[in-house]
T-cell receptor
Framework: RKEVEQDPGPFNVPEGATVAFNCTYS??????FFWYRQDCRKEPKLLMS???SGNEDGRFTAQLNRASQYISLLIRDSKLSDSATYLC???????????FGQGTTLQVKP | EAQVTQNPRYLITVTGKKLTVTCSQN?????MSWYRQDPGLGLRQIYY???????DKGDVPEGYKVSRKEKRNFPLILESPSPNQTSLYFC?????????????FGPGTRLTVT
């Protein structure tokens, strides 16, 4: 079983739609959680950190459920520019490593 | 401008010919690492370094070497490249202070080994 699992998609949605991605992780000792965005053939960039209480940044909302060991990302009012691959990332303090999920691809269509 | 640079960006080489991919950061970060990205497998860590002269294996270190003689540089060395090392490589750096572990990535090096 992979340490961090995501549905690879692709998710094809129309502009203005709300879309949600989930990610599960296997190491219960994981400490920190992030969503990164990666555009085609480009480097990943931090989208947002994920906090236990949930956090919001504009149209993006991230949630963490430690009991069930999953993280979610909600994108409201999708824009064409949101088309990208979204990477779920988990930091494990006992290994000192960042573990990346394989990514979920989003295509927003006009 | 704060950045991570990698060179070369694209490289086509033949099996067995030693190569080095350079990585440099100007943010005075302690932590640097190398990843490879392959379709369906995501980003996998090759090697990482917590500071100068401190390096450690990641998840897929076989066939690679690294060194960290200076804080800003972290070259990746393939002593005898093989076709299964054809991949997209990213260097990254960070400075884990508090709960922030944001990794800054270089632009990537696309390597093809024939």
């Amino acid at each position: 079983r992979k340490e961090v699992e995501q549905d690879p998609g692709p998710f094809n949605v129309p502009e203005g739609a709300t879309v949600a991605f989930n990610c599960t992780y296997s190491n219960s000792a994981s400490q920190s959680f992030f969503w990164y965005r990666q555009d085609c053939r480009k480097e990943p960039k931090l989208l947002m950190s994920v906090y236990s209480s949930g956090n919001e940044d504009g149209r993006f909302t991230a949630q963490l459920n430690r009991a069930s060991q999953y993280i979610s990302l909600l994108i409201r009012d999708s824009k064409l520019s949101d088309s990208a691959t979204y990477l779920c990332v988990v930091f494990s303090g006992n290994t000192g490593k960042l573990i990346f999920g394989q990514g979920t691809t989003l295509q927003v269509k006009p | 401008e704060a950045q991570v640079t990698q060179n070369p960006r694209y490289l086509i080489t033949v099996t067995g010919k030693k190569l080095t991919v350079t990585c440099s950061q100007n943010m005075n970060h302690e932590y640097m690492s190398w990843y490879r990205q392959d379709p369906g497998l995501g980003l996998r860590q090759i090697y990482y370094s917590m500071n100068v002269e401190v390096t450690d294996k990641g998840d897929v270190p076989e066939g690679y070497k690294v060194s960290r003689k200076e804080k800003r540089n972290f070259p990746l060395i393939l002593e005898s490249p093989s076709p299964n090392q054809t991949s997209l490589y990213f260097c990254a750096s960070s400075s884990p202070r508090g709960s922030s572990y944001e990794q800054y990535f270089g632009p990537g090096t696309r390597l093809t080994v024939t």
